[in-house]
Structures are given as C-alpha cells and as structure tokens.
C-alpha cells in the first residue's frame, strides 16, 4: 500500500485482515477463471467456486455479492494485467512522444472516471451476453 504524506509517496504493509482478505479474493478469482474457462459462466455456480477454494459459500459473498461481482472482477483484473504489459511496452520503446491520451487512460485507470465507467458498461453487457 503506497500512503502520500505531503505530497511524498511511502510505502506502509497492508494490516494482516486486509492482506489476508487479498490472498482469499485472488484464490476465488484463480478458481473461478478455471471453473468458468472449464465449464462457462452459465454451469459455474458460487458452490462450484466455494468447493474448489475449500469454503462454504456463504464465505464467498463476505468477498464479493454474487457470481456476476466475481465475473467483474475476473474482467478488471484481466484489464489491469493488459494495462501493465502495454505500460512495459511503451517502457521498452523508450520514447513516450507517440503514445497518446488513449495510451495514457489505459496506463492509468484509476486516473480516470469515464474510463472505468465504460469498463463497468463492458462489463454489465458481457456478463448479460453470458447469462443468455
């Protein structure tokens, strides 16, 4: 975690519940990816991913509201994934001049609200898209 005091950047260790609680969501997304790449969004239920991460699924929703929360974010962390390899990328080509405002949302995300906007629309159309 990364805490600006001002205006300098420190870094400070999560609080061992929030590292924890990290851990947990990363071991559900890990299982869903397989669950639903194995056997699509439709057949996948929350007992199936609450099974292949050894929890009730009552525990499941303390991490995230339903199945379609656990699709968004599966979708967000492929885009954060997507984001790092372009700004690798770009870090690779050395010169930044030709990268442009689209480079630069993609880059950062979390700078923008209507980036992270349409990412949410994205999301809510392919998730209904699935559940057809």
């Known amino acids: 975690m990364t805490v600006r005091r001002h205006g300098v950047a420190s870094h400070t260790t999560k609080p061992?519940?929030?590292?924890?609680?990290?851990?947990?969501?990363?071991?559900?997304?890990?299982?869903?990816?397989?669950?639903?790449?194995?056997?699509?969004?439709?057949k996948t239920t929350m007992d199936d991913i609450a099974r292949a991460v050894g929890k009730e699924r009552t525990s499941l929703y303390y991490y995230f509201p339903g199945k379609k929360e656990v699709m968004k974010a599966l979708i967000e962390h492929e885009f954060a994934e997507i984001s790092q390899a372009v700004r690798e990328e770009v870090a690779h080509q050395g010169d930044a001049a030709g990268r442009g405002l689209e480079l630069d949302l993609l880059m950062n995300p979390g700078q923008s609200d209507n980036l992270?906007?349409?990412?949410?629309?994205?999301?809510?159309?392919?998730i209904r898209g699935l559940q057809r």
Not at 36 to 42: A, D, L, P, S
Not at 118 to 124: F, G, I, K, N
């Open 16 to 42: 061992p519940q929030a590292a924890q609680d990290d851990k947990a969501r990363s071991a559900i997304l890990v299982a869903a990816r397989g669950l639903i790449q194995r056997y699509g969004f439709r």
């Open 116 to 126: 992270k906007s349409r990412l949410d629309v994205a999301c809510d159309v392919f």
